[in-house]
């Protein structure tokens, strides 16, 4: 089979899969409420079993279709950014497109930060929160052990998770990294490597035909793998559905909600659109429904890394990015562009500022917006990470209020116990932040392909 073929094979399927995905949402939505009605029936059969079903679910989901596509993340970034960075070659025009995607990271993520500021402190979501709501929270929070360990995993502050970010860029064992998930040194080290190897000129011909061969081979790796996702996707969105139910979405914790989905749909169908239809030349709505495997994927696995495999396919084959833009933007945006979670970190902290009662200032707004931002660079791309980064938030604004210890209410500032709030709906949100993550790595990608462009990219 020739190239031209098997890239129109590729195209068709990537579009039957699309759809599937789209029936596996919907079918999974349904599935997970429906069982949620057993939650609280042990005496049926199926709510005696509810808890081993969930399991099933997610051991599908999880532990085979997640685990398929993180095995594809480390060998198809490591490939990607090194045939990326060769590609490019000229240190000049690499330079020029790594300082426009980090402009475009860290603007995208303050205007998403500012946009999440300015809805939730219009709406204010937590005049609806009564105290005996806030007290629950703290009980679930204190029962949550597995959340606390996460969280006192984290960094204890705003200048510890600013050096965090600096000190996990340069790896000591890269393979160590490798074997640890550690998705930021490993990109440091393959541009390193990419650059280093174009400067030894024909020698290193063979190095660059051998990455290149195995991008190819990674690529063609990720097509037998999304072929599962409508399976993945349908026990995922099920196992998360199933603890709740839809009902959540008719409580008062609903306007909370609405308020960070309200923020996350201005910055996606608004804002970056709007960016690539000035900087990226492209009709901003096309491009979203060529991604739309891509963004399905990322809802339905709510892990931006995971869902790399899948936004590169998507990018480079249906989108018409470069595959030089690709190889470097794409899993650069995958560590540290959450815009999505730079929102939803500003409105949760307010949202909980504003249960405790307190009346946050523009200088507490703007400490909330810059730290945000760095936490977000800092989470990794995997589901309800911004949790664990929450605190440094919240400890920032405690101290810019005055606040330092550690007692309740009005002589601590806000606890973090109130995290307990949204523990119940961090999951179902998460899967909405992560896909305005993955949307935000597509547009940047497609905006950088203006500058690294493909010999024949497609339009």
């Known amino acids: ?105 860290f603007g995208t993520m303050l205007i998403a930060v500012t946009i999440g500021l300015t809805l939730v402190t219009v709406i204010n979501p937590g005049q609806y929160i009564s105290e005996e709501a806030v007290v629950r929270a703290e009980a679930d929070y204190a029962a949550d052990t597995k959340v606390q360990e996460k969280i006192e995993a984290g960094p204890s502050g705003f200048g510890a998770a600013l050096l965090q970010i600096f000190k996990s860029i340069i790896p000591e064992n890269p393979l160590g ?53 409508p399976v993945g996707v349908f026990c995922l969105l099920a196992w998360t559905i199933a603890a709740k139910g839809l009902g959540v979405f008719l409580t008062a914790i609903a306007v909370y909600m609405s308020t960070v989905i309200a923020g996350l749909s201005i910055h996606a169908l608004i804002v970056l659109p709007l960016l690539l ?39 480079t084959l249906e989108g018409g990015v470069s595959k030089k833009s690709a190889g470097f933007v794409l899993p650069l945006g995958a560590t540290i562009n959450m815009d999505g979670t730079a929102l939803f970190e500003a409105v949760a902290v307010v949202f909980i500022a504003q249960a405790y009662g307190f009346d946050l200032g523009l200088a507490e707004l703007v400490i909330i917006a810059l730290t945000a931002t760095l936490t977000a660079i800092g989470a990794a791309g995997i589901p309800s990470a911004s949790l664990v980064l929450m605190p440094t938030v919240i400890m920032a604004v405690n101290q810019s209020l005055g606040y330092t210890g550690e007692g309740a209410g009005e002589t601590s500032g806000i606890l973090i116990a109130g995290i307990g709030l949204i523990i119940g709906v961090d999951r179902l949100l998460d899967m909405c932040r992560t896909t305005v993550n993955v949307w935000g790595d597509a547009v940047g990608a497609k905006i950088m392909t203006r500058i690294a462009p493909d010999e024949a990219a497609p339009k």
């Not at 930021?184 to 190897?197: E, K």
């Open 1 to 105: 089979m020739s190239a031209n073929e098997s890239e129109k094979t590729s195209h068709a399927g990537l579009r039957t899969v699309t759809w599937l995905i789209a029936i596996a949402l919907a079918l999974g939505a349904l599935a997970g409420h429906w069982l949620h009605g057993y939650q609280d029936a042990p005496d049926s059969w199926i709510g005696e079993r509810f808890e081993a079903i969930r399991g099933g679910l997610w051991f599908v989901g999880n532990d085979i279709f997640i685990r398929l596509l993180k095995m594809l993340i480390m060998p198809l970034i490591i490939s990607s950014v090194i045939v990326g960075v060769v590609s490019v070659g000229d240190f000049r025009r690499l330079g020029k497109i790594g300082l426009a995607t980090l402009a475009y990271y």
């Open 177 to 229: 990294a490798a074997a640890e998930g550690r998705v930021l040194p490993i990109i440091f080290f393959s541009i390193f490597f990419g650059v280093v190897l174009t400067t030894i000129g024909p020698r290193g011909e063979p190095v660059a035909g051998f990455f290149d061969a195995v991008f190819r081979v990674m690529m063609k790796m990720v097509i037998v793998v999304i072929w599962m996702a």
């Open 277 to 315: 239809w000035v900087f990226g030349r492209a009709n901003p709505f096309v491009f979203l429904h060529r991604m739309r495997s891509a963004l399905m994927t990322a809802f339905g696995t709510d892990s931006s890394s995971a869902t790399l495999p899948v936004t590169c396919e998507a990018a």
